[in-house]
Every structure is written in C-alpha cells, then in structure tokens.
Nanobody, 123 residues
C-alpha cells in the first residue's frame, strides 16, 4: 500500500549539510508516522528521528539533536531530514520507514522500508 524512496545522500565534508527526502507513493502520508534510521557497515541499525502523521510530534536521537531536523509535507507526500554540522560518525546508509504512531519515546519501525541512500562525511 505504501512505498517509500529515499534520496538526497552524497559525499560531504565535515561541517557540511545535506537534506534527505523520503517520498511516498501508493498512499498519502496523512495516516503514517515516519522515521529515519541509519546503518553503518559492521554496525547495527539505529533510529535517527521520527515524526507523527500530522507533523506535530517529533523525536531525535541524542547524537543528532541540535543538528538534524525532521519535517513532513503531506501534500507533497514527502518527509525530509535536514542534516547540518555533519560529522564523520554520521556516515551510514539512511533509510526511512513507517513507525509506531502511538509511541515517540523511541522510534519503532513497523515496515514499508525504503531502499536507503548513502551519506558519507569525509574530508
């Protein structure tokens, strides 16, 4: 019913910025909470941020608070992740997925994973 496609990744220097997009098809985003997750080679997947269906509630991992901002445009069927002050430790493949709409203390993925987009932070 819902398909998600990530884009916007790339190679940036430390301190640089990127904006990731998670575009939906097959359904509107009005009924879905969406989260961003990332996974570096050899490491486990971790939650980065998530946002409620209305955009009224958000959650951020401690490691990205103050640097990343999640936003949602239901009309455009797109969730964004603005990434500023990037660090080498942010290097990973970033994925978006539907998340539990009832819990925001932790971003819990429920499915509808995208294919991922590579973010590399290096000088």
């Amino acid at each position: 019913q819902l398909q998600l496609v990530e884009s916007g990744g790339g190679l940036v220097q430390p301190g640089g910025s990127l904006r990731l997009s998670c575009a939906a098809s097959g359904s509107t985003l009005d009924y879905y909470a969406i989260g961003w997750f990332r996974q570096a080679p050899g490491k486990e997947r971790e939650a980065v941020s998530c946002i409620s269906s209305s955009g009224g509630r958000t959650n951020y991992a401690d490691s990205v608070k103050g640097r990343f901002t999640i936003s949602k445009d239901n009309a455009k069927k797109t969730v964004y992740l603005q990434m500023n002050s990037l660090k080498p430790e942010d290097t990973a493949v970033y994925y978006c997925a539907a998340t539990n709409p009832l819990v925001f203390s932790v971003c819990v993925p429920l499915g509808f994973w995208g294919q991922g987009t590579q973010v590399t932070v290096s000088s």
